[in-house]
């Protein structure tokens, strides 16, 4: 029988029979959310903003179709690819706060970018740049000095400007400086 995830049966059946569920159904489902979180890792480590949702989009529309309308899919397999789509399809709605602005900031320099014919622009506003990448894999450091983008609107805004400083104290004198006690007859 044709399946992705066979090799993981002997743990997954193990947490099937402990939850009383049937196994198949089970190793298919958890098998199917594995690939896809494996698949995950190349997706977002290498695509970024707008493309990186059109991929995961596009992947989950193709496994789940294939799952559902495939002719002649092992059962296994079926429920494996439907897992896998139904992963990728929610990462439409799994979405950061700091994501949607991402994700507009990166459409805009990338459209912006292609109307300039400005290639290298357009494609790092949507595909992670080598440092990006060896950043994420914790093999780099962050340089000093970020890599500037072209019309790049910055995704977090200035810090409110300083309070203007405060007038300078004069110094307290023995002319100026308050009498706190005055002399105690003895």
């Known amino acids: 029988m044709v399946s992705l995830t066979r090799w993981l049966d002997p743990i997954l059946s193990y947490f099937a029979d402990k939850a009383g569920l049937p196994r198949d159904e089970h190793n298919a489902y958890i098998g199917g959310e594995i690939v896809a979180n494996l698949a995950d890792i190349p997706t977002d480590l290498l695509s970024k903003g707008w493309l990186n949702k059109v991929i995961h989009f596009a992947a989950g529309l193709i496994a789940a179709l294939y799952g559902v309308f495939g002719k002649d899919v092992p059962t296994r397999l079926r429920r494996e690819l439907i897992?896998?789509?139904?992963?990728?399809?929610?990462?439409?709605?799994?979405?950061?706060?700091?994501?949607?602005?991402?994700?507009?900031?990166?459409?805009?320099?990338?459209?912006?970018?292609?109307?300039?014919?400005?290639w290298d622009t357009a494609l790092s506003a949507i595909?992670?740049?080598?440092?990006?990448?060896?950043?994420?894999?914790?093999?780099?450091?962050?340089?000093?000095?970020?890599?500037?983008i072209a019309e790049t609107v910055p995704l977090?805004?200035?810090?409110?400007?300083?309070?203007?400083?405060?007038?300078?104290?004069t110094p307290t004198t023995a002319e100026t400086a308050p009498v706190l006690l005055e002399s105690v007859p003895s």
Not at 105 to 113: H, I, M, P, T
């Open 127 to 148: 595909l992670r740049t080598p440092e990006e990448v060896a950043l994420a894999l914790g093999l780099g450091t962050p340089s000093a000095v970020p890599a500037v």
């Open 83 to 118: 897992a896998f789509g139904e992963h990728e399809l929610l990462h439409l709605l799994h979405v950061k706060p700091d994501e949607v602005s991402q994700v507009k900031l990166s459409v805009d320099q990338f459209l912006s970018a292609v109307a300039r014919g400005d």
């Open 156 to 169: 977090v805004p200035p810090p409110p400007p300083a309070p203007a400083p405060a007038e300078t104290a």
